[in-house]
């Protein structure tokens, strides 16, 4: 814990006090936006796993199933996270998909029974709600229920307080989506939503006032160059303290910046394939990578040579990538944490895995 705040807010800060707050972050290291860049993967690994299944309690004895999603306030040290009612989706189950802990890793509630068919992205903003994603991703995961291909936001308690699209209705209009992957929710309550999950899904950015009204999009398929407004399988999103937007472009193995009006800032391949990206209170970045590696398999062409999977951990002031915790035994389309989140200055880590179908704490050493 001490050494984590030392290492991750002091030294920084004084850093940056030299170098990195006067200059872009685009100019800290031009390789960032070079997609032939070296892996990052040769990076020290603070961390030990202190709980691993049946280590996170749920509720009525089940067992984990595919848990996607992860998510803290920024500054808050209680978790969120998804848990898809034991299997890979929800439909025909009315157990509670949404539960939550304590600092100590503690069940203290859960939520959510019958509102969600595919539970994907969470976001906790500020005031505590809980923002959940609930895609109808092209392949079928999810279809058979009587929900679907909507954002809702929860309050704490449960209680359904917004939601943004149109029930099972697949769509590329302004109130419509065609799998949203994630969501999160600027300083002044303005919406962003991830809305794309693969081949023949929309891959936009989708903009919303803090009612629901929609405001906006930019993006479109494609893997074309940073910049040209081409996304594949847009599946993470966050903030970080200077209002910058972090879009996870996993197919296209990169994080792209924009404003919060859709203008292109900068691209970035260091953190590798994003599955999940989590920005703290400090800017210390988290991108969980369950997918790199080094040739095709099961069928799907998504290559990623050299690339290790697993969460690497660095900075958005700056750019630089600090720590790597690797994936002990990567196999499959998806191993290792699609989620990720941060509490305690970055002294405790949390990975939520879909491939082992797990819930993982790691402990800094």
């Not at 004895?61 to 929800?90: F, L, M, P, Y």
């Not at 996993?250 to 009006?261: A, E």
């Not at 405790?348 to 993982?360: I, K, M, N």
Request: charged share 20%; proline share 7%; aromatic share 8%.
């Amino acid at each position: 814990m001490t050494h984590a705040r030392m290492s991750w807010a002091l030294l920084p800060l004084l850093v940056a006090a030299l170098t990195v707050w006067a200059t872009p972050a685009s100019a800290q290291n031009d390789d960032y936006s070079n997609p032939n860049m070296t892996p990052t993967n040769d990076l020290p690994n603070p961390y030990s796993v202190v709980a691993r299944n049946p280590g996170m309690p749920l509720p009525d004895g089940r067992e984990w199933g595919s848990t996607a999603g992860v998510d803290a306030a920024k500054g808050h040290d209680d978790i969120w996270a998804i848990d898809r009612c034991g299997s890979n989706t929800c439909v025909g189950s009315h157990a509670d998909p949404i539960l939550h802990y304590d600092a100590d890793g503690n069940l203290i509630g859960q939520m959510g029974a019958d509102l969600f068919a595919f539970p994907h992205g969470i976001h906790v903003d500020q005031e505590g709600n809980v923002w959940v994603t609930d895609p109808l991703p092209p392949d079928g995961r999810g279809d058979g229920g009587n929900v679907g291909q909507q954002v809702t936001k929860l309050s704490p308690d449960g209680e359904i307080l917004l939601q943004l699209g149109t029930l099972k209705v697949t769509g590329n209009g302004p109130n419509e989506f065609s799998s949203p992957s994630d969501v999160v929710v600027g300083r002044n309550g303005d919406i962003f939503v991830a809305d794309g999950h693969a081949e023949g899904t929309n891959e936009r950015v989708m903009k919303f006032d803090r009612n629901g009204r929609f405001i906006m999009e930019w993006g479109r398929p494609g893997n074309g160059a940073c910049g040209t407004g081409e996304f594949s399988s847009l599946h993470a999103l966050d903030i970080d303290s200077q209002g910058r937007l972090f879009i996870g472009d996993r197919d296209n193995n990169r994080i792209q910046i924009y404003d919060q009006d859709g203008n292109y800032l900068d691209c970035w391949y260091q953190f590798s394939r994003p599955s999940g990206i989590y920005i703290d209170a400090d800017d210390n970045m988290f991108v969980a990578d369950s997918e790199s590696r080094d040739g095709p398999d099961n069928g799907l062409d998504l290559s990623h040579p050299g690339w290790e999977r697993g969460i690497r951990i660095g900075s958005t002031q700056d750019g630089s990538v600090r720590y790597f915790i690797p994936d002990p035994d990567p196999q499959g389309g998806s191993s290792h944490s699609e989620g990720v989140a941060a509490i305690m200055g970055g002294a405790v880590v949390y990975g939520a895995e879909v491939g082992p179908r797990d819930f993982v704490r790691y402990n800094e050493n």
